[in-house]
């Protein structure tokens, strides 16, 4: 009898699936510049290539946007700012640059955010060597936590490659969540993660097509290099 419990056991093994835990040890990935300076794809639309805000305007949806704009490079200022056409499912390529605060701490320390879909936030900030939670750089606000800190110091370039599928709704209801992988700096931190709604974002509702709105938060982020490739 104990020999057929052992074969028993034996053979379950080889079928069932092993939980492997990640090494505690394991050094994190470091940032890196993989996609930094990305051209857009043929099939891409371009957002910001440095010459001129003609694809942006307020958040009023109709107001041109003022955003200071020298050598290539946005800066915030005078209020959040949208995409003029709005777009649902894509691939997003977007390069940030974070002051140096020193002096500040938290929320005050070089943010802003990247609200996909007009209503999911993508937080800016100076993250650089902290133990992140769910308001740091890379996280969707108040829902997911990066898997790693991929954050430069501030005053460096950092980029954000997003893909990005809208919410589906039925009879008025959401019967699927939107969804978002993000790949900061070169690294996979969100894989495939539901999402809702975050405050302070666009004026669409979930399921709907919606822009692209950057935050002012009353810190000089800089952006640039702004495209994505719209997804059937």
Wanted: net charge neutral; with cysteine.
């Amino acid at each position: 009898m104990r020999s057929r419990l052992l074969a028993l056991a034996a053979s379950l093994l080889l079928i069932a699936p092993v939980a492997r835990s990640e090494d505690p040890s394991a050094s994190p990935p470091k940032p890196n510049d993989a996609t930094l300076g990305l051209k857009p794809t043929s099939d891409a639309v371009v957002l910001l290539d440095g010459s001129s805000l003609e694809n942006w305007v307020k958040t009023d949806g109709k107001t041109p946007a003022d955003w200071p704009l020298s050598d290539g490079i946005m800066t915030v200022g005078k209020g959040s700012i949208q995409t003029a056409k709005p777009f649902g499912k894509f691939q997003l390529h977007l390069e940030f640059n974070v002051p140096y605060m020193p002096k500040a701490s938290g929320q005050g320390r070089g943010n802003s955010g990247v609200y996909l879909g007009g209503i999911y936030e993508l937080q800016v900030l100076d993250s650089y060597g902290l133990k992140l939670q769910d308001n740091d750089c890379g996280a969707i606000y108040k829902q997911v936590v990066p898997k790693y800190n991929a954050c430069k110091p501030p005053l460096q370039w950092q980029t954000y490659d997003v893909t990005f599928h809208k919410a589906e709704v039925k009879d008025g209801k959401v019967v699927k969540k939107a969804r978002v992988t993000v790949v900061q700096n070169g690294i996979k931190t969100i894989d495939d993660v539901e999402i809702s709604p975050c405050p302070a974002g666009a004026n669409n509702k979930e399921g709907e097509d919606g822009p692209l709105l950057l935050q002012d938060h009353g810190n000089p982020v800089q952006y640039r290099n702004i495209w994505y490739k719209p997804l059937d």
